[in-house]
């Protein structure tokens, strides 16, 4: 379940990176105001990929950190 959940967060980012080239590459419309909608919500969608990824990224090196030293701890009761 925890792989599914991690697997999860690494691809959202991903996915609404590709949710901003879509709305930028198919945005063809002549009014002003729907481009300038469209482009913000590009912005916003780039700022949540970018948060996202951060997060995705803070768990893998949390999740790292945490075996290295479940790892460390073996070593040590090992050796007394």
């Known amino acids: 379940m925890k792989k599914l959940a ?3 967060i690494c691809a959202l980012p991903i996915v609404l990176l590709a949710r901003v080239a879509y709305l ?3 945005a ?3 009014d002003p105001e729907v481009l ?3 482009y913000r919500q590009a912005a916003y969608t780039i700022t949540w990929a970018i948060q996202l990824g951060y997060v995705a990224w ?3 090196k949390w999740r790292g950190q945490k075996s290295g ?3 460390a ?3 040590r009761s090992g050796l007394r």
Do not use: K, R, V
Request: no cysteine.
């Open 6 to 8: 991690l697997g999860l």
């Open 24 to 26: 930028l590459l198919f």
């Open 28 to 30: 063809s419309s002549p």
């Open 36 to 38: 300038d909608h469209t």
């Open 58 to 60: 803070l768990w893998l």
């Open 69 to 71: 030293e479940a790892q």
């Open 73 to 75: 701890d073996g070593e």
